[in-house]
């Protein structure tokens, strides 16, 4: 029998969003503050370049901290 918690989707909580989930991964590397908010809001400008489409199913190999 499964647990009631695990199967009930709407307590689930959500993944951390494309600019959470950039601070985070500076965060973890020790970036400085000020190369946080630069590189942050370089990607808000990159997004809002293309029309606010996720760059989930685009191509990443261009992000620097895609695959680090």
Do not use: C, G
């Not at 009631?4 to 601070?23: E, F, G, H, M, Y």
């Not at 400008?45 to 620097?64: G, W």
């Amino acid at each position: 029998m499964a647990h009631p918690n695990l199967s009930d989707k709407s307590t689930a909580i959500p993944p951390p969003k494309l600019l959470d989930q950039v601070r985070n991964k500076l965060r973890v590397k020790h970036y400085a503050i000020r190369a946080e908010q630069s590189y942050v809001d370089w990607i808000k400008r990159f997004i809002l370049l293309h029309d606010k489409r996720h760059p989930k199913p685009s191509n990443t190999s261009n992000f620097p901290l895609a695959n680090h």
